[in-house]
């Protein structure tokens, strides 16, 4: 398929770029009758069945490859190619694919994806409550993208949709063992207690918990919701724990959010650096300020909902703590939900009102986003 490029919004575009300018044989030549060959997909074939299930999650589910873009344009550096999935939609207008959602950008005509990432983008967009015998209709679909003088907007290619059948899975809820973490800045109460968890098994147990201004920094670990069951309080030694009933309280220097660790085994704990505040970060604000993000101890997550964020094809977030960059976290390689320290940004092409979430009662830091 040849889209026809727009001749004349073209060349104003390049001539407002190029006026002034010493022409050199670097300079990309524009011909005028120009068309452009987009990229078209050449595995998976159209119509496969791609069957996804959890006990394969970080298994390469397929490899997407595509041709390469031709533009009749001289000099052009090396084009990008995004993979792109667009879901199907049903409206009073009929049947018709709806927007993409940027998969992953590269400059080699080759991609992988896991079973993971590809039901993360498909939940994301449909949410966890459906049959487990459903049977979407996806497809994809590659844009081409080069960076010449600027003018780049104006040359994207985008190839034909390639449709495919996906049955996505509903991801199991794991119960981790975990301990309450009672205190002066919640009432002293075990059963509303936040809670730190083992998530190896290895008797060490990790949370984060947040410690209001103005309130108790004192606290306690314990195993039941009420004070009956074996509790954990100040031993002799800092870093220590002691689980005689009488033992002392612990506490944390000032108020904030920690990443506390508790070991059973030998009966130590420890926190990390406190957090004053976490904020997510995007290229709508310029990657300059952030917004605060809420933490709901109920929850044991925080959020913020944020409005008029612009559609872009390059929109993109982070969260960072304390209003800096010393901690940020992005997503996984691949993205598969959890965050790591100085990850990827995460896209977000749609714009407009988007809640995001940042969760750490999971293995690892993880996030999630809405678009209301």
Request: glycine share 8%; proline share 7%; net charge negative.
């Amino acid at each position: 398929m040849k889209k026809i490029l727009n001749i004349i919004v073209l060349f104003l575009a390049v001539s407002v770029v190029f006026t002034g300018c010493k022409k050199d044989d670097k300079t990309p030549v524009l011909d005028i009758t120009a068309t452009v060959n987009p990229a078209w997909i050449k595995a998976p074939a159209s119509d496969t069945h791609f069957v996804l299930v959890e006990d394969s999650a970080d298994v390469v589910l397929t490899n997407f490859e595509w041709s390469e873009v031709v533009y009749e344009m001289t000099n052009l550096p090396f084009p990008l190619y995004t993979l792109q999935l667009v879901f199907m939609e049903v409206d009073s207008v009929g049947t018709h694919w709806g927007e993409s959602i940027d998969v992953i950008t590269s400059s080699e005509k080759i991609a992988s994806i896991t079973y993971a990432s590809l039901n993360k983008n498909i939940l994301d967009e449909i949410g966890d409550d459906f049959n487990p015998d459903t049977i979407l209709t996806i497809g994809f679909r590659v844009k081409a993208n080069v960076n010449a003088n600027n003018v780049s907007s104006y040359i994207d290619a985008l190839s034909d949709i390639a449709p495919v059948l996906v049955t996505p899975y509903i991801p199991a809820v794991v119960g981790y063992p975990f301990l309450y973490v009672p205190g002066g800045y919640q009432g002293w109460s075990p059963g509303t207690a936040p809670q730190v968890f083992d998530f190896d098994g290895d008797g060490i147990y990790n949370g984060y918990v947040f410690f209001p201004e103005g309130g108790s920094l004192e606290f306690k670990f314990t195993n039941q919701p009420d004070w009956n069951g074996t509790n954990y309080g100040a031993g002799a030694t800092p870093g220590s724990l002691n689980i005689d009933p009488t033992a002392g309280n612990l506490e944390v220097p000032e108020a904030g959010g920690y990443q506390l660790e508790i070991n059973t085994n030998d009966l130590t704990w420890n926190y990390g650096e406190g957090v004053q505040n976490w904020g997510v970060i995007g290229q709508w604000l310029e990657w300059s300020s952030d917004i605060d993000l809420i933490y709901y101890p109920e929850l044991q997550e925080l959020s913020v909902t944020v409005e008029n964020i612009p559609a872009a094809a390059d929109q993109r977030f982070k969260f960072r703590a304390n209003d800096e960059w010393t901690i940020n976290l992005g997503a996984n390689d691949p993205d598969d939900g959890y965050l790591i320290q100085g990850g990827a940004d995460i896209p977000i092409p749609d714009g407009g009102t988007i809640t995001f979430k940042l969760k750490f009662t999971t293995p690892q830091p993880s996030y999630s986003w809405q678009a209301k």
